[in-house]
């Protein structure tokens, strides 16, 4: 006999329904005291050892028996190899999935660019990769080649000359699918290193692993942390937090086809969130009758179910109109709009990282293949930020060139403004190229 689900049923309608929102949808990625602690002696040892501390660490988190940083780089040679070892139809795969992503953050691609003013002052901005980024990918059993793609392909796009990749193969396991990914989407170098001890080394630098100027990639909540602590020496994509999906549905897809794509996100972890909202209350019980009886039939049952009960819901709202306003309000990672005419409803969308459209999209061709990228801003902060991009591997550089009569003109405001903060150094400075 199968085992009922007890997810939550909102209704938009009910007095403290906000106040139920809040608390389903609030997550803190906060680390504990003995987690930041130990995540501070490590980079602290890092960054004084460097590849001694490195080798150490690696060897007690890892199980490894390295004897020096020799041990732990992997040649280009041996990405190559990975290539040989996977099946036809994976590299089919890869190879299919990052011309796609490779088509598409090429038209994210931004050109440098000046106008010149009647005067003759020439503004402008140029743009300009960055030299090195770091890309961090769980390792062992973990198996994200599709992360591998998503976070070196916008990168080598951009232009960045070197991205240096660290995964950790703990007892040794090596993801020959992950090094395939790394080998296709032109990673330059890779180090098989994990935790915030590879966070660190990136962001530091060692004798053998260069420092970047940006460090991207999900890792687990030393990772994450460790992240936290380097950011301002080094770039970091986001702090990323579960995987989530909001879908907004009529009422006319095929329930088991709404229960699965809840699924999609569910069995990712514990924490996970999925949820739906739609208008048809008795579209939700079919909904619900779909999740019970698809559960079990999944390899990850115990943690769907964990992540269903404990942050799922299914939203009841008044009307279509009422479903957009919740979607907002939640800010989705990823934001699957079911429904008969999405283009109807997408202006009014403000807050989500990717929006599927209609019914056939499933959130799933976006986190391979599609070609938009599936790192996404998570925990409500699609409210300001984005999806990883190329932009996020380039930098923007003003460019101010005056002419004469330009820095005359531009002079005399410069000169009333910084008087009136006092600075006369930068007041004469500007007054010097007035003209008499």
Partial sequence: MTASLAIRRLNAADQDFAQHLDHLLSWESVSDDAVNHRVLEIIQAVRQRGDAALVEFTNKFDGLNASSMADLILPRERLELALTRISPEQRDAL???AKRVREYHEHQKQDSWTYTEA???VLGQKVTPLDRAG????????????????NAIPAKVAGVQEVVMVVPTPRGEINEIVLAAACIAGVDRVFTVGGAQAVAALAYGTESVPPVDKIVGPGNIYVATAKRHVFGKVGIDMIA???EILVVCDGKTDPDWIA?????QAEHDEDAQAILVSPDAEFLDRVAASITKLLPTLEREAIARTSMEGRGAL?????MAQAVEVANRIA???LELSVENPQELLPLIRHAGAIFMGRYTAEALGDYCAG?????PTSGTARYSSPLGVYDFQKRSSIIQCSADGASELGKVASVLARGESLTAHARSAEYRIKG
């Fill in 95 to 97: 190879e299919i999935a």
């Fill in 119 to 121: 005067d003759g002052t």
């Fill in 135 to 150: 890309l961090y990918v769980p390792g062992g059993k973990a198996t994200y080649p599709s992360s591998v793609l998503m």
């Fill in 241 to 243: 937090g579960p995987s």
């Fill in 260 to 264: 699965m794509d809840l699924f999609s």
């Fill in 315 to 319: 939203i009841q709202v008044a009307d």
């Fill in 332 to 334: 989705p990672e990823h």
């Fill in 372 to 376: 938009p990228n599936h790192v996404l």
